[in-house]
């Protein structure tokens, strides 16, 4: 990739939000923040339509759904619809659950990796191999 790699980060939790983004902006990444599944929707269909798409997209599992109401699993909503909207975007789930069951329901519908959230080496070792970086 010839320019910095574009993220989408999406989470409700705003703290976390913010911190990821701090992260990955100090690691050389362009980063977008959307604290839910409709504003992540327009937001990549947005950049969509704008020619310049996000590389990457890193999404909660446990955040409001499409209708606003809190859901353990609203973020494989929003997965599957980014894979039809753009079956090429890599999309990361991160979650609070070490849970090996959501881990491969997740990669099963279409994510390219999973992790728990705090683990910050992890997750950039996880973020370059999904987008062919050296680390």
Known sequence: MDAEPRIL???????????????????GFEVETA???????ELVQEA?????????????LNMPNF?????????????ERLKIFSPKTPVIVNSAWDEVET??????????????KGRTEEMLQKIRAVLGLLA
Request: glycine content about 8%; proline content about 2%; hydrophobic content about 40%.
């Open 48 to 60: 969509m339509v704008a020619g310049h798409p996000f590389d990457l997209v890193i999404l909660d």
């Open 67 to 79: 209708e606003g109401k809190e859901s353990k699993y609203a973020g494989l909503e929003l997965l």
């Open 9 to 27: 980060v999406v989470d409700d939790e705003e703290n976390l939000l913010r911190s990821v983004e701090k992260t990955l902006f100090r690691e």
């Open 35 to 41: 604290e839910g599944n409709v504003a992540a929707y």
């Open 103 to 116: 881990a491969k329901t997740c990669l099963n519908k279409g994510a390219a990796d999973y992790f728990v």
